[in-house]
């Protein structure tokens, strides 16, 4: 009878541990499917819980389109055309892109729109903090580079003023290109990484910037790490 009474009291207890185990793997299976429906849009990404992969391909077009960027007019010829250049290591002419893209070309390319954001993001800090220090330095830096290498800028003012015409047109009679504080920046963006024409690592070192910014590296940026583990 007490070996009965203890293979019922045994029975009963496993099956109360099955009912928790069950209810326990519902419960988790619930968070994760809750999880996943909230990983919809750029505004759920977090890159542990909702990750580009988990969103759907009018999500990812919707990464690139928020920096004015087409995934597949801008950014797939860019990164398959490269790739294809890559390939022809004969010399031959790249192949003319012909394929249908899938579910992780759309990953890749809005990988790649987020690293463009957040370089863009990387930049302006940079200009930023060299503002506070001195209003006036990129209008310095600027004419160094016109001494040194008078055709890079006269270039670049003719690229920036053709793709946005009404960029000058706020500028008073007599006044010049220098005199247009959005057109500054943007020649100083292009010249950020033109390490032959002008040397940033001694401009920042010579120029008395406070520490904070003197150690400022505009290769760096939060995502990169992130984004090349990811891909």
Same mark, same amino acid.
């Given at each position: 009878?007490?070996?009965?009474?203890?293979?019922?009291?045994?029975?009963?207890?496993?099956?109360?541990? =099955?009912?928790?185990?069950?209810?326990?793997?519902?419960?988790?299976?619930?968070?994760? %499917?809750?999880?996943?429906?909230?990983?919809?849009?750029?505004?759920?990404?977090?890159?542990?819980?909702?990750?580009?992969?988990?969103?759907?391909?009018?999500? =990812?077009?919707?990464? #690139?389109?928020?920096?004015?960027?087409?995934?597949?007019?801008?950014?797939?010829?860019?990164?398959?055309?490269?790739?294809?250049?890559?390939?022809?290591?004969?010399?031959?002419?790249?192949?003319?892109?012909?394929?249908?893209?899938?579910?992780?070309?759309?990953?890749?390319?809005?990988?790649? #729109?987020?690293?463009?954001?957040?370089?863009?993001?990387?930049?302006?800090?940079?200009?930023?903090?060299?503002?506070?220090?001195?209003?006036?330095?990129?209008?310095?830096?600027?004419?160094?580079?016109?001494?040194?290498?008078?055709?890079? %800028?006269?270039?670049?003012?003719?690229?920036?003023?053709?793709? @946005?015409?009404?960029?000058?047109?706020?500028?008073?009679?007599?006044?010049?290109?220098?005199?247009?504080?959005?057109?500054?920046?943007?020649?100083?963006?292009?010249?950020?990484?033109?390490?032959?024409?002008?040397?940033?690592?001694?401009?920042?070192?010579?120029?008395? @910037?406070?520490?904070? =910014?003197?150690?400022?590296?505009?290769?760096?940026?939060?995502?990169?790490?992130?984004?090349?583990?990811? =891909?």
């Amino acid at each position: 009878m007490a070996n009965q009474s203890i293979n019922v009291q045994a029975c009963i207890l496993f099956f109360l541990c =099955l009912i928790f185990l069950t209810a326990s793997q519902e419960s988790i299976n619930e968070v994760e %499917v809750n999880d996943k429906a909230s990983c919809e849009n750029l505004s759920d990404l977090d890159f542990e819980q909702c990750k580009p992969e988990d969103l759907q391909i009018p999500a =990812l077009k919707s990464i #690139c389109e928020n920096i004015g960027l087409d995934i597949e007019t801008d950014v797939f010829p860019f990164l398959f055309e490269e790739e294809s250049e890559s390939e022809n290591e004969d010399g031959a002419p790249p192949a003319k892109l012909d394929r249908e893209f899938n579910h992780d070309d759309y990953v890749t390319a809005a990988y790649e #729109c987020i690293a463009v954001a957040e370089q863009d993001d990387h930049e302006e800090a940079f200009i930023e903090a060299i503002l506070e220090e001195d209003p006036e330095v990129l209008q310095v830096i600027i004419k160094e580079v016109m001494e040194s290498s008078p055709g890079t %800028v006269e270039d670049l003012v003719k690229e920036i003023t053709k793709e @946005f015409p009404d960029i000058l047109s706020e500028l008073s009679e007599g006044q010049t290109f220098l005199d247009s504080p959005v057109l500054v920046v943007m020649i100083i963006k292009a010249l950020l990484y033109e390490e032959e024409i002008f040397d940033w690592d001694g401009f920042l070192d010579n120029y008395n @910037f406070e520490d904070n =910014l003197a150690e400022f590296d505009i290769s760096d940026g939060d995502f990169s790490d992130l984004i090349e583990e990811e =891909l």
